[in-house]
Nanobody
Framework: QVRLVESGGGLVQPGGSLRLSCAAS????????MGWYRQAPGKERELVAT???????NYADSVKGRFTISGVNTKKTIYLQMNSLKPEDTAVYYC???????????WGQGTQVTVSS
């Protein structure tokens, strides 16, 4: 199994920054990609950004130019640097790991990000 633990959420004012971290443990050799998803109240979970083990990144249009995903492949730790935060970025952010071998998605417990003045 894969265990994902997020940290770094909190309350920030509009225009501010936060950095989320996700540490993976367990059978992490199975992971081909990791990423961040978010879910706002009353909305479905949506992709924010992903990064593959080769370093290829992908972003939702709503966060391009503001968020940056990065990863430390050997430690299976990823980060999400969030700049110029907006109230609409408020959500629970979930770390995700994907294994092409098993077709499985693994999820962390989530961390709350609130952007408000």
């Amino acid at each position: 199994q894969v265990r994902l633990v997020e940290s770094g959420g909190g309350l920030v004012q509009p225009g501010g920054s936060l950095r989320l971290s996700c540490a993976a443990s367990g059978t992490i050799y199975r992971l081909n990609a990791m990423g961040w998803y978010r879910q706002a109240p009353g909305k479905e979970r949506e992709l924010v950004a992903t990064i593959t083990i080769t370093g290829t990144t992908n972003y939702a249009d709503s966060v391009k130019g503001r968020f940056t995903i990065s990863g430390v492949n050997t430690k299976k730790t990823i980060y999400l640097q969030m700049n110029s935060l907006k109230p609409e970025d408020t959500a629970v952010y979930y770390c995700n790991g994907y294994s092409a071998l098993t077709g499985s998605h693994y999820w962390g417990q989530g961390t709350q990000v609130t952007v408000s003045s």
